[in-house]
């Protein structure tokens, strides 16, 4: 650090450990500036790979690592394990829920996002979102006691209704979810079951809107509809649910029994966006000026799937290479600040969009670039492992896959989270 | 199976898919019998490595297999995910925690041990035991977080007592979790925090007897302390641990401010054993015939660390390779049953005993065999990952290892459950 002396080194509070906050973070390595990285978390998750340790593929750990061995080498700065309950953004502080408030020069906000349910919180405990590790256990818990209730089940509905598996939302997480679940279903529970034949388990797709992967030019969404059906995914579009509940769902009036029922159909914006006094979207995401700092809040800034940006009359999406692009860009501007400098404003760059959707198939729109099937699916797991934090990380999650792949397998196939509950 | 026809094939239910039941079960393989193996958790658990779990240097799914993919290919198995909370000696059934009844010609009960505190209760609340993944997995959080806790405490004394641990109980995982845990502190955490130096943590490895791993000769007991002292673990031995809560715990009169205390001093036999009519020794354990029937009744048999039996004057010990013995033994006694043939009184085969203290450290006793330091640690690693269940698990824990080596690093430093805790 190379301070002034005599003139205290300005702080730098970053709340969230995430793409957009650790980018920012390391983004500000060799500034003159003090930084505070608070997470609720001890760890920096690799999202974009979290459905994996959902339906067991990859161990927890193999997709995250702590923030603090990350940063072990950045001297300035400070990780703090503790979750905001308040913000003042008058007097730039943050309280922590243990009491410390902690004040700073320059606040940024990367809280990301969480799942929402449209107004039917109840639906939370029926079916789960998949945001955090410990969702991913609960899930992987869900889908593999599933298969157990099922073969120890009494009765011909109750086992159909422990066999039908519905994924609601159509984006890439309920295209990767629903994949990989018909997948293990079809390959890798083969010959393990006595009195069911996890074969027979129905995977549903319930998409709202006309078609999945609406983020995608439309010849890939129908590229991917056309290699879930193959991989026995049963894709309905068009059609909201109507209700979930512990039983199933309702669909077009029409009861389903289904005891399995995962979300990936809503995002909401990190509840911490509430506490600044700042204009929100219809997520809660923070609308924010140019250089994404808040309005009327120059010191305080917003980055990542928190912050609602509009470019070229479209959203920039909340996906991680945009989280990136928005925590360095933040750090540009403290910097530019610093030095009394003008800040350009923010422009994301878009570099593509990719999306897998189960054994060796995917899709990938990089520009002009559309690619579907295997191809698009190394590609795919190129660019994933190639961005997966931490080297020894990277060895672990390909041979993990290499013998997935090879033997249909997935290693995780663990319930962990107490013993078989008593239903 | 080569089925007489006409006459119904023996029913064998075995409870319990740890070494015992799993050995047993396997060694009928080809056996006139069908067999079901009910387990309250999906997956054998390679117990030896459980410490690596909770010191955060493996993934759960690491040292763990889904009971069905091991038996994948026996033909005359049903794996059973349930909760045995009954048993009917007289008429060879047992009950599930879901009602269902399992009634069969040979009972083997193989549910294994779980800790004692021995008249104290209370202190399983603050001192965690460790026998399951999830005990594991609770461990790591703990001593992940106490370091967490160090780093923001507001007062010297707060800070001292978060890095105060405790590790009661001077057998092998005792001394494997006091060794491992020395280690974090010294090296792996170095340079992660800013307000605390790990290195300062002070591990006691507390041990009521006169000496550490006294089921060793005592030269071994002697060498193992000193590679502790080496590992900078406080090595108290000969005074029982008198009270133990929230704040720390009391020794001989004086009480220690330590947040984190871990239990690994006393096993009781598994509460199933009490379900049977049949003598029990101290801890609990059904003591069984020669054959490792249950007295009085023949068609039931217990087998591992639920089992007393006395060889030569000496209890067998409640280690892998005596479970494994003795899960084979029942497996011919029930097959000399089915062909009335005698059967052998079981034997114990000693091939010797060996823990490890921390990095490349470790005791070995084999027969006249007695080594101690970097060579007894590679031979524990060789045969601790050759008897690793499954070809996939031994490369990734033998990579794992490697770099946990090579790096000084642990790659599940990953606090799961929840966000941190509001305390």
């Known amino acids: 650090m190379d301070k002034t002396p005599g003139q205290p080194t300005p702080h730098v509070v970053i709340v969230g450990g995430g793409f957009a906050g650790l980018w920012a973070t390391r983004a500000l390595a060799r500034d003159p500036v003090r930084i505070t990285l608070v997470d609720r978390r001890n760890h920096h998750l690799f999202q974009p790979l979290l459905y994996q340790v959902a339906t067991a593929g990859l161990s927890a750990p193999d997709i995250a690592a702590p923030l603090r061995h990350i940063l072990r080498g950045q001297r300035n700065v400070e990780v703090r394990l503790g979750e905001v309950v308040g913000i003042d953004a008058g007097a730039k502080s943050v309280t922590l829920a243990d009491g410390d408030i902690l004040t700073c020069d320059y606040l940024v906000l990367a809280s990301g996002a969480t799942h929402a349910y449209f107004g039917h919180a109840d639906w939370a405990a029926h079916a789960p979102g998949l945001k955090t590790l410990d969702d991913a256990l609960a899930i992987r818990r869900r889908l593999l006691l599933a298969f157990e209730r099922a073969e120890a089940a009494q009765s011909a509905e109750e086992r159909t209704a422990w066999l039908n598996f519905a994924v609601v939302g159509g984006g890439p997480t309920g295209v990767e979810l629903a994949g990989t679940l018909a997948e293990i279903a079809r390959h890798t529970l083969r010959n393990e079951f006595r009195h069911i034949d996890p074969a027979e388990a129905k995977v549903r797709l319930l998409e709202a809107g006309p078609r999945v992967l609406s983020s995608f030019p439309e010849s890939l969404s129908a590229k991917a509809r056309a ?185 995780a196939r663990i319930i962990l989270g107490g013993n078989a509950p008593r239903e």
Chains 1, 2 share one sequence.
Do not use: C
């Open 227 to 411: 290699q879930l059906d193959r991989l026995g995914v049963d894709v309905v579009t068009g059609l909201p649910v109507e209700a979930i509940d512990a039983d199933g769902y309702i669909l077009s009036g029409q009861r389903v029994s289904a005891r399995t029922v995962l979300w990936a159909a809503g995002v909401a914006a990190s509840p911490l966006g509430a506490l600044l006094d700042a204009p929100r979207d219809r997520a809660g995401r923070v609308q924010v000026d140019a250089d994404l700092s808040v309005p009327n809040h120059p010191g305080i800034f917003v980055a990542g799937d928190l912050a609602s940006v509009q470019q070229d009359g479209k959203p920039v999406p909340g996906i991680a290479p945009a989280a990136k692009q928005m925590g360095a860009h933040v750090a540009r501007v403290i910097r530019a600040r610093l030095r009394n400098e003008a800040a350009p404003p923010f422009r994301y760059r878009d570099f593509g969009n990719l999306a897998t959707i189960g054994r060796m198939a995917a899709v990938v729109h990089f520009g002009r670039l559309r690619l579907s099937g295997l191809l698009a699916w190394w590609f795919w797991l190129f660019i994933h492992i190639f961005f997966l934090i931490g080297f020894r990380n990277r060895v672990i999650v390909l041979i993990n896959w290499a013998w997935a792949y090879w033997s249909y397998q997935r290693h």
